[in-house]
C-alpha cells in the first residue's frame, strides 16, 4: 500500500482542510494497529515499515506527487492548501458546472463599499468601526454588520479606549473565499500595513485632525476559490 493513496483517500473521505499533523497521526496509527494486529510468528506486510515512520515532509512529499499527477492526467481536480489543511477540490474551470447542482444557492457578490471596507479591515486588523470610517469617511455600521452576517469578519475583543469600542478582524472564512492562506499572503500586505491611516477623533490625544494619507485598498484580483469537491 503506497502512501499517496492514502493521503488521496484521507482527503476523498473528509469535507474539511486536514492538517499535515492530523494525517501524519492517522497514518502512523494505523499503520502501528496493523503491525500489532499481525499474528505471532507471521511478518507484517512489507509496506508497514515505511508508514511507521512517515513525517509531516513525508507527507508534502505525496501531496505534491498527487497534484503532478492530477495535472498530468489532467484531471478536473487538485489538492489545495487552505489555512486549516489541505483539501480536494474541483479545480476552477469547473466552478459552473460545480454550481448547478445547487440551483436554490446564487453567488452573493459583495458590493463596491462592502469591499474597501473589508480590505481596511483585512489589512490593518484589529480595528474599530471608528477606524474604519475615519479612512472611508463614511458611517461602515451597516457594512461591517453585512461582512459579520456573512461571516468574513468577526469580533476580536475591545479596544483600550474611551467608551470601550469593538476591534474587528477576519474570519477563516476570509482567507477560504479569497484562496490565501495567511494575511501575509494578501497583494502587498507588508507595505499597506505600514500606510499611516488617518486617526478618528475618539481615539486622538488632541483635537487637530491627523493629516490624511492616501492609501489604495481596492481589492487586487484574488484568484477565484475552488469549489469544494
Avoid at 515532509?57 to 489545495?80: K, P
Avoid at 474599530?128 to 454588520?145: I, N, P
Avoid at 476570509?174 to 486617526?199: I, M, Q
Amino acid at each position: 500500500m503506497h502512501l499517496n493513496a492514502i493521503v488521496e483517500s484521507l482527503l476523498f473521505a473528509t469535507q474539511e482542510p486536514l492538517p499535515l499533523t492530523q494525517m501524519v497521526t492517522a497514518v502512523k496509527d494505523t499503520a502501528k494497529d496493523i503491525r500489532d494486529a499481525t499474528p505471532e510468528g507471521e511478518l507484517a506486510p512489507e509496506w508497514i515499515e515505511p508508514l511507521l515512520t512517515v513525517d509531516e515532509l513525508g507527507m508534502r512529499v505525496a501531496i505534491d506527487e498527487l497534484v503532478a499527477h492530477y495535472e498530468a492526467d489532467g484531471r478536473a481536480f487538485t489538492i489545495v492548501e487552505r489555512s486549516h489543511g489541505w483539501r480536494l477540490c474541483a479545480k476552477v474551470d469547473y466552478v459552473e458546472w460545480c454550481r448547478a447542482l445547487y440551483p436554490g444557492k446564487k453567488v452573493q457578490r459583495l458590493s463596491q463599499p462592502a469591499l474597501e471596507t473589508l480590505a481596511i479591515i483585512a489589512y490593518r486588523q484589529p480595528i474599530t468601526k471608528a477606524g474604519v470610517e475615519a479612512v472611508r469617511g463614511v458611517s461602515v455600521d451597516a457594512m461591517v454588520q453585512q461582512l459579520v452576517d456573512r461571516g468574513l469578519v468577526k469580533i476580536e475583543g475591545r479596544a483600550d479606549l474611551p467608551g470601550r469600542p469593538l476591534l474587528y478582524g477576519t474570519t477563516d472564512a476570509f482567507l477560504d473565499h479569497f484562496a490565501v492562506r495567511t494575511l501575509d499572503e494578501l497583494p502587498n500586505a507588508t507595505e499597506l500595513r505600514r500606510v499611516k491611516l488617518p486617526t478618528p477623533e475618539s481615539e486622538q490625544p488632541g483635537t487637530a485632525a491627523p493629516e490624511e494619507t492616501q492609501l489604495s485598498l481596492a481589492p487586487a484580483e484574488s484568484p477565484a476559490p475552488a469549489a469544494s469537491e
